[in-house]
């Protein structure tokens, strides 16, 4: 289990390939703010990055079961907690991101 010694607090776009955070804040307001939250991006959900492109924009993270590329100056106003040395089974066992009932639903890859 992570402990707050292990925890650190950064923009998502600092995230490494392969690391995993938890979403603890979004600052952006207006419409920029309303569209990184119709995207799924809002507190507490946990996303992976899965890599930056070469010149290091955009970024690719992976989150509730879809794949999400973000520019930079959007992933900027998403605040991560990233924890080392500790990486969650994700998505919980019967959680509302597991389960059919769920709200975001709406929100899967589609094929």
């Known amino acids: ?14 995230l490494r390939r392969g690391q995993s955070a938890v979403i603890t804040g979004i600052t952006a307001d ?10 799924g991006l809002i507190p507490g959900v946990q996303v992976k990055c ?3 492109a070469p010149l290091k924009d955009p970024m690719a993270m992976r989150l509730m079961g879809f794949t999400l ?3 930079n100056n959007e992933a900027d ?11 969650p089974r994700w998505p919980p066992a019967g959680s ?8 975001l639903v709406c929100m899967q890859a589609v094929p």
């Open 1 to 14: 289990m992570p402990t707050d010694e292990t925890r650190k607090t950064m923009s998502l776009r600092k």
């Open 30 to 39: 207006g419409e920029m703010g309303r569209r990184i939250r119709d995207m």
């Open 50 to 52: 899965m890599g930056h």
């Open 69 to 71: 590329t973000l520019r």
């Open 77 to 87: 106003f998403i605040t991560v907690a990233a924890w080392f040395g500790w990486s």
């Open 96 to 103: 509302a991101f597991t389960t059919a009932a769920s709200p």
